[in-house]
């Protein structure tokens, strides 16, 4: 199972998730505070209070799935959201940027650098 072909949506937390959480706690959150079915093939994505690790879960068809992701050098560029909105949809881009330190909020894909120039 790899939560990244083909999720029905991707969903990201804006309350900061304990890490020490399973896929049962986590799959009762998504139930009991979003409202969502978690086993509806969509990817829930939970974020540390510290930003520092984050937890993806996704039910699949075989089984649930859970990846833990930390870092290995600064934190996600994630705000945790004081009330409003719990549940913001994001696009499959914005995850990967997230996943890859940089801010999910980016205007545009970030233009590759080619290995020939010079700064």
Known sequence: ???FT?????????KPQDM???IQRLAAIVAADFGRDPMDGALYC???????KA??????VNGWCLYYVRLAEGGFKWRHAEGG?????MERRQLLWLLEGLP???????SPVAS???L
């Open 20 to 22: 020490r959480a399973g």
């Open 55 to 60: 937890k993806l879960l996704r039910f699949d």
């Open 46 to 52: 939970f974020v540390s209070r510290d930003c520092e």
């Open 6 to 14: 083909t999720p029905d949506a991707i969903y990201i937390s804006k």
């Open 104 to 110: 999910a909020e980016l205007p545009q894909a970030i």
């Open 85 to 89: 909105e719990l549940l913001p949809q």
């Open 1 to 3: 199972m790899n939560p």
């Open 116 to 118: 020939g120039s010079v």
